[in-house]
């Protein structure tokens, strides 16, 4: 796969709704949290957890292949790639909130 392949792959994936929740919740527990945690944050917590899995942002050395559903206290790990992304994500959004909280006061136009 080109490089642009894959940029084009994980930028999908850092769009999928949840994805967000799962990283900023592991972050804002130290980097870590349990599998019953992010479940609570985060609907369909488990496919989330595959595909960040699959992409290198998240580990969990418990959980094998997470072809089953691991249960609640199963740990879950960002790694430095996970948390470099997940740092610059945060930024981003809180660079543009004032961005949207101005649009979203502007009057709209016909």
Known sequence: MS??????QI???LAKPGVYEVL????????T?????????????LPLLRALSAAG???SPHSGSLDIEPHGQTAF??????EAV????????????????RRSGRPRTP
């Open 33 to 45: 949290a349990t599998f019953g945690h992010l479940r609570a944050d985060v609907r369909q917590a």
């Open 3 to 8: 490089d642009h392949g894959r940029i084009e």
């Open 24 to 31: 900023h919740g592991m972050r804002s527990r130290g980097g």
């Open 86 to 101: 997940t740092g610059r994500i945060i930024r981003l959004r809180q660079s543009l909130a004032p961005h949207a909280a």
């Open 11 to 13: 930028l999908t994936l």
């Open 77 to 82: 790990y960002l790694t430095a790639k996970g």
């Open 57 to 59: 942002f998240v580990i």
